[in-house]
């Protein structure tokens, strides 16, 4: 496996839909938003960030993943979700990891504050996600990334120019193999979902199929 490129943009910016199954992405249940990705992406395994359209603000706060199976459920949804996209793409679904969680819970907490997109440049695939409003929901988050499959062409491990495509590729990135994820809700409102991912993946050079075809 080649190394890590520790401080590229991510170079995995992908182009064109996946195969025939372009239509299926994602199954998971997403909002109508605008999603307007950020620019910044970088991380040791180059990972992703993702923001929904402040005018595409959800409804008034229903205060999600509250009670005494809040995080249960949220820990479900998290692992459906994924494992939504990755059947899809033929990968095998992942493990829930506790220590990714609390790694991701606790970077989370630090950007409570400004809500800020900002990675933790740590040792595991990172995917972040951030909407105004306080309802955004797990599968709204993990619908946004998995939408960059449009953007991704499988045949020549590249993508569309200008556009992100990293999210997906480290949801179905083959040698990964669990995902641990936090949700928080700022102080100064709106969400920040993180999810981490060990084996890491998006490695320059290399496919998330495990191959070059």
């Known amino acids: 496996m080649a190394g890590p490129m520790s401080a590229v943009l991510l170079v995995l910016l992908f182009v064109t839909p996946l195969s025939s199954q372009q239509q299926e992405f ?3 249940d997403v909002p109508q938003a605008s999603p307007a990705p950020s620019a910044d992406s970088m991380n040791v395994s180059v990972s992703h960030d993702s923001s929904a359209d402040a005018a595409s603000t959800p409804p008034a706060p229903k205060r999600r993943y509250r009670g005494k199976n809040g995080r249960k459920n949220m820990v479900r949804e998290f692992l459906h979700a994924h494992n939504q996209v990755r059947a899809l793409a033929g990968e095998k679904p992942f493990a829930w990891d506790n220590n990714l969680a609390r790694y991701a819970q ?5 950007r409570r504050s400004d809500c800020a997109i900002v ?3 740590g040792p595991y695939g990172e995917n972040m ?13 993990v619908g946004n990334w ?7 062409n499988r045949s020549d491990n590249s993508c569309m120019s200008g556009k992100m495509c990293g999210h997906f590729t480290q949801i ?15 102080f100064t409102g709106g969400v920040i979902i993180t999810c981490n991912y060990d084996p890491p993946g998006n490695w320059v050079g290399e496919s998330p199929y495990g191959s070059l075809e």
């Open 129 to 141: 996600f951030w909407g105004s409003g306080w309802d955004w929901r797990v599968a709204d988050a």
């Open 119 to 121: 990675h933790s440049m």
């Open 146 to 152: 998995a939408r960059e499959h449009v953007y991704y």
């Open 26 to 28: 994602p199954s998971v």
């Open 106 to 110: 606790r970077w989370s907490e630090k």
């Open 172 to 186: 179905v990135w083959n040698s990964s193999e669990a995902v641990g994820c936090a949700r928080v809700e700022c």
